[in-house]
């Protein structure tokens, strides 16, 4: 199994930055993708941006291209999200997730999560 540990949330205003970490550990060779997500208060889990572990490959939700940038530290098994321009919308909390799939944008899809790290934005 794949261990997943979020970091780096908190509370920021609107136009501010956030950067969240999510360290893996454990089999980590059934993975092919990870990526983030989020669920609001009363809203279904939704995904936020994806990366491929092998090539790099990376997506966004329509929602965050061009606000947020996915990346990993190979020599540190850590994928991170970078968070800029961030809005009252993104308030919510933010799970680090891997799958098998070589790219997919739903959460049944992915079989392995982290516990979440809240990210709060006020206006």
């Known amino acids: 199994q794949v261990q997943l540990v979020e970091s780096g949330g908190g509370l920021v205003q609107a136009g501010e930055s956030l950067r969240l970490s999510c360290a893996a550990s454990?089999?980590?060779?059934?993975?092919?993708?990870m990526a983030w997500f989020r669920q609001a208060p009363g809203k279904e889990r939704e995904f936020v941006a994806g990366?491929?572990?092998?090539?790099?490959?990376?997506y966004y939700a329509d929602s965050v291209k061009g606000r947020f940038t996915i990346s990993r530290d190979n020599a540190k098994n850590t994928m991170y999200l970078q968070m800029n321009s961030l809005k009252p919308e993104d308030t919510a909390v933010y799970y680090c997730a891997a799958s098998s799939y070589y790219y997919t944008e739903y959460p049944r899809n992915y079989g392995n999560w982290g516990q979440g790290t809240q990210v709060t934005v006020s206006s």
């Open positions: 990366i491929r572990l092998s090539g790099g490959r990376t």
């Open positions: 454990g089999r980590t060779f059934s993975s092919y993708t």
